[in-house]
């Protein structure tokens, strides 16, 4: 199995400003993932990190919002941009390993908005 | 495109009762099916996987689930429920190329004593 560790575990943000949340990972990993857990809404996945390449975003989600930086094996960070209060979201960050490459996930970064 | 019908989003049951949460899939290739519980304030853990092979595949806490391919399907079961039991769970799917995993909506298991 992976260990995820994600800081911050929570923040309160205002409005305008913008938020990176680190995802620390204690085995190397070729794929991680970023995923959005609205209030009450189940997870969505924002994009794919692969290292040594641009992220994969998914439909409804752009690179000048979520800029995504995955510098080695172990570690990713996304950075919510200029937030709203639509922003407000548990960002989760997951990898996929182990033998039968099966998804882990961090316990999450709860962010709000005001 | 594959997609995820959790076809109950809140199932209030009495504790020691037995309960399934329903799943049904919509995949063009085979898939891979997993069962997910969230408890309140908590990330994501691993109930139960099916890959390949037995289609009725056992898990933690007690969780069972089967994978019917006629009815594409993988509800999640539990004989007896505890308080404990209490929290949202989750069914995904993912293809066998790919990495990303398609979740469903959700289902709030609720067990009153």
């Known amino acids: 199995s992976a260990v995820i560790s994600q800081k911050p575990s929570r923040d309160i943000c205002q409005r305008g400003t913008s938020l990176t949340i680190q995802c620390q990972v204690d085995?190397?990993?070729?794929?991680m993932f970023w995923y959005r857990q609205q209030p009450g809404q189940s997870l969505t996945l924002i994009a794919t990190?692969?290292?040594?390449?641009?992220?994969?975003?998914e439909s409804g989600f752009v690179i000048d919002k979520f800029p995504i930086s995955r510098p080695n094996l172990t570690f990713s960070t996304l950075t919510v941009s200029n937030m709203s209060p639509e922003d407000s979201s548990i960002y989760l960050c997951?990898?996929?390993?182990?033998?039968?490459?099966?998804?882990?996930f961090g316990p999450g970064t709860r962010l709000t908005v005001l | 495109a594959q997609s995820v019908t959790q076809l109950d989003s809140q199932v209030p049951v009495f504790e020691e009762a037995p309960v399934e949460l329903r799943c049904n899939y919509s995949?063009?290739?085979?898939?891979?099916l997993f069962w997910y519980v969230q408890y309140p304030n908590q990330g994501l853990q691993l109930l139960l996987k099916?890959?390949?092979?037995?289609?009725l595949v056992k898990g933690i806490n007690g969780f069972e689930a089967e994978f019917n391919k006629s009815q594409t399907s993988f509800h999640l079961r539990k004989p007896s429920v505890h308080i404990s039991d209490t929290a949202e769970y989750f069914c995904a799917v993912s293809d066998n190329q790919g990495g990303k995993l398609i979740f469903g909506q959700g289902t709030e298991l609720s067990v009153k004593p």
């Open positions: 085995s190397q990993v070729t794929m």
């Open positions: 990190a692969n290292q040594g390449s641009e992220a994969t975003y």
């Open positions: 997951s990898v996929r390993g182990g033998a039968d490459n099966e998804q882990f």
């Open positions: 099916y890959l390949s092979g037995s289609t």
């Open positions: 995949s063009s290739v085979s898939v891979y």
